[in-house]
């Protein structure tokens, strides 16, 4: 079974917002980890890349 872990956890004084840094092979595992909390909370999810492929996309210069 796919599972997402926790990477990382933040949160402001106010618990106000919380920034969770998720991780998974298989983006449907987060989407059934939010339907699943919908009702206590609104997600807005941004992707992540990874530092070494960041660098490779600029050593290889501008996309064209």
Do not use: N, Y
């Not at 939010?34 to 609104?42: G, K, N, P, Q, S």
């Amino acid at each position: 079974m796919p599972v997402a872990t926790t990477a990382r956890t933040t949160r402001r004084a106010q618990v106000v917002t919380c920034h969770q840094l998720m991780k998974t092979e298989d983006p449907a595992v987060l989407d059934a980890w939010f339907e699943c909390r919908r009702d206590l909370i609104a997600f807005h999810v941004d992707p992540v890349t990874a530092s070494a492929e960041v660098a490779r996309r600029i050593a290889s210069g501008p996309a064209r």
